[in-house]
C-alpha cells in the first residue's frame, strides 16, 4: 500500500496563535500515525510566490491522512489554526 502525504503552507499572521495550534496538532498527528518529515519556513523557493511555514506529513494510507484530517480532534484544532493562520492544504497519495 502506498503512504499518504499532508501538505501544508501556512501563512502565519498570529504567532500566538500558530503555537496554540501546533501544541493540540502535533499530538494528533503522532495519535493517528502520521510522521512528521519537515516543517519550518526555511525552503528554498525557485518558482511561484508561495511563502510561509512548510510542513510534510506521512501516513501509512492517503485514508489514514484523510481519516486525521476529517477527524473531529483535528478539526478542532483547525478552528483554533483558522483564526490566525492562512493555510494552503492537500492530501497526496505516495508513488
Same mark, same amino acid.
Given at each position: 500500500?502506498?503512504?499518504?502525504?499532508?501538505?501544508?503552507?501556512? #501563512?502565519?499572521?498570529?504567532?500566538?496563535?500558530?503555537?496554540e495550534f501546533s501544541s493540540v496538532a502535533l499530538?494528533?498527528?503522532?495519535?493517528?500515525?502520521? *510522521?512528521?518529515?519537515?516543517?519550518?519556513?526555511?525552503? $528554498? #523557493?525557485?518558482?511561484?510566490?508561495?511563502?510561509?511555514?512548510?510542513?510534510?506529513?506521512?501516513?501509512?494510507? *492517503?485514508?489514514?491522512?484523510?481519516?486525521?484530517?476529517?477527524? $473531529?480532534?483535528?478539526?478542532?484544532? *483547525?478552528?483554533? #489554526? $483558522? *483564526?490566525?493562520?492562512?493555510?494552503?492544504?492537500?492530501?497526496?497519495?505516495?508513488?
Amino acid at each position: 500500500m502506498s503512504k499518504g502525504y499532508l501538505m501544508a503552507n501556512l #501563512r502565519v499572521d498570529d504567532p500566538e496563535i500558530f503555537k496554540e495550534f501546533s501544541s493540540v496538532a502535533l499530538p494528533l498527528i503522532e495519535k493517528y500515525g502520521g *510522521k512528521l518529515l519537515a516543517r519550518g519556513p526555511d525552503a $528554498d #523557493r525557485h518558482e511561484g510566490s508561495v511563502s510561509g511555514v512548510v510542513t510534510l506529513i506521512e501516513f501509512e494510507s *492517503k485514508t489514514a491522512a484523510e481519516k486525521f484530517y476529517f477527524s $473531529d480532534e483535528y478539526q478542532a484544532a *483547525k478552528a483554533i #489554526r $483558522d *483564526k490566525g493562520v492562512d493555510t494552503d492544504l492537500m492530501i497526496i497519495e505516495g508513488l
